[in-house]
């Protein structure tokens, strides 16, 4: 009895350190005043604004994107079994189909749907502050997430954010350092 359990125990660490196996990495940094547009292996299209650092990792049970610093589109690819997720220092965005944006500012991290439905989690020391500020936010819908863990619902378009795809940047609002922060990413000197 005891082997049998030592022998489940071993099967069932492999099997984890197989799941933990990234099957995919990829990083990509874009400079200032530069916009790159990349195709991830499962079709994902991920657009990167100027000035911006990811890294993507896929494993067999999860598609991860790390976003360092500035703005991506991301195209997902739908796969139940894979949830594609993305974080920031502050945030988690879960989705598993959809057209959404991540914008990583310095004091908060905003969150755009342009269709489908993701799941906004503030980065939490406990359970019970995540269960309050979680989120779940569709179509046109826009959320902040703040150093301090509130999540915000905010009253403006989604569509702004994807304006720098057409070469322009829309400000609805927007205070001097989120103007500042954006348009730094398009110049040479901040």
Not at 2 to 22: E, G, K, N, R
Not at 67 to 91: H, N, S, W, Y
Not at 154 to 180: H, K, M, Q, T
Request: overall charge negative; charged content about 25%.
């Amino acid at each position: 009895v005891s082997l049998l359990c030592i022998m489940s125990f071993v099967f069932h660490q492999q099997y984890l350190d197989w799941q933990a196996t990234p099957i995919m990495q990829l990083a990509a940094q874009n400079p200032v005043g530069q916009i790159a547009h990349k195709t991830l292996d499962d079709g994902t299209r991920v657009t990167l604004s100027a000035k911006s650092d990811m890294e993507v990792t896929y494993y067999r049970h999860e598609r991860h994107v790390l976003l360092r610093e500035g703005e991506a589109i991301f195209e997902v690819t739908k796969d139940p079994e894979r949830p594609f997720i993305v974080e920031t220092d502050t945030a988690k965005i879960t989705v598993l189909g959809t057209r959404f944006a991540v914008n990583r500012l310095d004091q908060l991290v905003r969150v755009s749907v342009d269709h489908g439905t993701v799941k906004v989690e503030p980065k939490a020391e406990n359970e019970q502050q995540l269960a309050t500020e979680t989120r779940i936010i569709t179509n046109g819908q826009v959320v902040e997430v703040y150093p301090n863990h509130a999540t915000v619902l905010v009253n403006r378009p989604a569509s702004e954010v994807f304006s720098f795809l057409n070469g322009r940047l829309v400000f609805d609002r927007a205070d001097v350092d989120v103007i500042a922060n954006h348009v730094s990413r398009y110049r040479q000197k901040p």
